[in-house]
């Protein structure tokens, strides 16, 4: 009995066959990735040019595809399922606008627009449609795993692309459900509404029941302190609920992502992340290798134009109609452009869709097997130049907004509430750009305490759930001076940037910096890289922890109103020790009273000088604030000395700090001489 079980493992030559597959694909993945590395190229790049050079049509290091392609199966699950955790259902329900709205508009146009090109070239309907079909789908894998390497997946563009991804990932249960219909091999509309609200019913279920059981199931793991069991348990809960959905033809990718959002539901979200992302990076190479091995090079070097040819139709095309559906939704040019390029590529699952076309029959654009080859070669090279189309998509954006000019401006809505229509009774307030949690948590502090402000956001939902509760909020892009004009950027006390996208941050605070000079300018950081750039770019006050963000917001917000220092204190340990509660629940909060809420503290703005600046290297009397402007210098920081009431021969220097007291008006009667020529808009901005 004993020589039976050790057998196997000592006897010699009994190595696995799949074995040396195995590790050659390691060996060469980890060396060409590491030369990308070097090359400064997307690791997902390597991965894929590994695939080309290790599969079966060029040095066949790796005979084994099958092997290969399950190890991909499980990387592509492993990935939807740590998206899953790290959204939620609350953030689903915030994008429900894009999931429906821009995912239908993409995906029906798509299909739509293809479908007559391939009828005007004379391919009968039934090939033209599916062919729509392959291409409609963008790759769920290589986007996501983008956006998560970049810490994007929570940026405008990311919340976009991640829209249109979930719409795509559902719609693909219908396509595949589609093909015998298409093909001409039998099916029913009752077998299609059968099998849809089967597969809804299972999702019901497993969402409902899983709430309700996970959560304590996981506590009660965790309670043993075994990080292996915890480990075991998280991936069975993610392989279990992609089983069960695959059962009613859910693909397993999207059961993992519904498996992360229950386990995001539960307080060891992040432990469950942490534990799972070492193993998501292992099986996801697999899945970018396996994508390679498919490209027969021999097809490409031979049919080289047609395949360039078709690769550029599908860039052009996709990235108008995934930025069309956009624009549709009153999103930014910018953003809709960013999106369009990052979504570009064909995905995975357009495989999934072609294996079942095939056996109804189908192939791209009715030519068989060359068709499929055409297919797999233009699907590889656009998958190769996604990271570089992400890279693009920001800058050409960017270039885009600048040429419209006056022809394309994003419309920017009322402000509701008390602030009325044009900022024009706004003074003194706070601009808060971003209505996000930290946006919502800081709002429900400055509405208890009295503090005017107005919120800035493009999330439309947002907009109109701060609108629905009387909030004053303004939909439009905060990186235009106009959208700033009009919550009153030049009267405003603090203007707080609070958004996730770390290009947009910058450019709020350079041109809010450069409207007005003496705003007090407060940005959040989510890497310790951005401190500097956003200082650089006029941020007084730069917030990199996350976990403290919302705390030190409003610290700083009602430092800026003189609130005294104990009560600030006071409010940030409540805040702690109800762990963010406070901030949470307003009802439940306690009133804070605004001591020194006075009108010498409405009036007061506080600047840093820059060498730039007018100011700079001049004595108050030279640039007389007092006489000309009604301004008063009331102190003066200076190397941690603060000085009080400076003379009129004072000099202010660069880095200096100085606290001003006046009005609105006056404060806006001298902001050009703290204005910072290093800020004024260049052709490269918008």
Not at 413 to 435: C, F, K, R, T, W
Not at 577 to 604: I, K, N, S
Not at 605 to 623: E, F, G, H, K, Y
Request: charged share 15%; aromatic share 6%; glycine share 8%.
């Amino acid at each position: 009995m004993w020589d039976l079980i050790v057998h196997p493992v000592l006897a010699a030559g009994a190595v696995p066959p799949f074995f040396g597959d195995i590790a050659a694909l390691g060996a060469v993945s980890v060396g060409i990735a590491y030369a990308c590395y070097r090359l400064r190229l997307a690791p997902i790049a390597g991965f894929l040019i590994a695939g080309v050079i290790i599969g079966p049509n060029a040095f066949a290091i790796v005979e084994d595809l099958e092997l290969v392609n399950r190890l991909a199966e499980i990387g592509v699950i492993l990935l939807l399922f740590t998206i899953g955790i790290e959204f939620s259902l609350e953030k689903l329900a915030r994008i429900k606008t894009l999931v429906l709205g821009g995912g239908s508009l993409q995906v029906v146009t798509t299909v739509a627009v293809v479908t007559g090109i391939c009828l005007a070239f004379g391919i009968d309907v039934r090939s033209s449609i599916f062919t729509g079909l392959l291409v409609s789908l963008s790759s769920t894998a290589i986007v996501l795993g983008l956006l998560a390497d970049r810490s994007e997946t929570d940026t405008p563009t990311g919340q976009s692309a991640l829209g249109i991804l979930i719409f795509q990932d559902l719609a693909i249960i219908v396509m595949v459900l589609l093909m015998p219909l298409i093909g001409g091999q039998g099916g029913s509309t009752v077998d299609l509404l059968l099998a849809l609200g089967k597969a809804l019913l299972i999702i019901t279920a497993v969402v409902v029941l899983a709430r309700n059981i996970v959560p304590p199931l996981l506590e009660r793991v965790a309670a043993t302190r075994r990080p292996e069991l915890f480990l075991l348990t998280v991936v069975a809960i993610c392989f279990t609920t992609a089983w069960v959905l695959g059962l009613a033809d859910v693909s397993l990718a999207l059961g993992a992502f519904l498996a992360g959002l229950i386990v995001s539901e539960s307080p060891y979200s992040t432990q469950a992340l942490s534990e799972i992302l070492p193993l998501r990076t292992v099986f996801n190479a697999a899945f970018f290798v396996s994508v390679g091995m498919l490209l027969d090079v021999r097809v490409l070097l031979d049919s080289l134009p047609l395949i360039l040819g078709v690769v550029a139709a599908i860039l052009v095309l996709k990235t108008l109609i995934t930025a069309g559906s956009l624009l549709a939704l009153k999103m930014p040019l910018r953003i809709a452009t960013g999106t369009g390029l990052l979504m570009a590529q064909i995905g995975e699952f357009s495989f999934v869709l072609d294996v079942a076309g095939r056996e109804a029959g189908l192939s791209p654009a009715g030519l068989g097997a060359f068709g499929q080859q055409i297919f797999i070669a233009a699907t590889v090279l656009l998958m190769i130049g996604t990271p570089f189309l992400a890279d693009l998509g920001p800058k050409f954006g960017r270039l885009l907004e600048r040429l419209a000019g006056r022809v394309y401006t994003p419309s920017v809505g009322p402000v509701n509430g008390e602030a009325g229509g044009h900022g024009l009774e706004l003074e003194d307030h706070v601009i808060v750009v971003g209505y996000g949690p930290s946006g919502r948590r800081l709002v429900r502090v400055l509405r208890q305490t009295d503090i005017p402000f107005v919120i800035v956001d493009l999330n439309p939902q947002s907009i109109n759930e701060a609108k629905a509760e009387g909030l004053p909020a303004v939909y439009g892009d905060a990186t235009r001076p106009h959208v700033l004009e009009v919550v009153g950027i030049d009267r405003a006390k603090t203007l707080v940037v609070g958004i996730n996208d770390r290009n947009a941050t910058t450019q709020i605070v350079r041109v809010a910096a450069y409207e007005n000079p003496i705003v007090q300018i407060i940005a959040r950081a989510d890497f310790v890289d951005d401190i500097d750039r956003l200082h650089e770019a006029g941020a007084e006050i730069v917030i990199p922890a996350e976990l403290e963000t919302a705390v030190r917001l409003f610290a700083e917000v009602l430092n800026s109103y003189q609130v005294p220092a104990e009560d600030i204190r006071h409010h940030a340990q409540q805040v702690r020790a109800d762990d963010y509660e406070l901030m949470r629940v307003a009802e439940t909060a306690q009133p804070m009273v605004l001591d020194g809420f006075t009108e010498q503290g409405v009036h007061t703005r506080v600047v840093t000088i820059d060498a730039s600046m007018p100011a700079a290297n001049q004595t108050l009397a030279a640039i007389d604030l007092r006489q000309q402007y009604g301004v008063t210098v009331l102190t003066v920081e200076r190397n941690d000395q603060v000085i009080s009431n400076p003379g009129g021969d004072f000099q202010i220097e660069p880095g200096d700090r100085l606290v001003l007291l006046g009005s609105s008006d006056c404060f806006i009667d001298c902001a050009d001489i703290f204005r910072s020529a290093d800020l004024a808009p260049t052709p490269d901005a918008p």
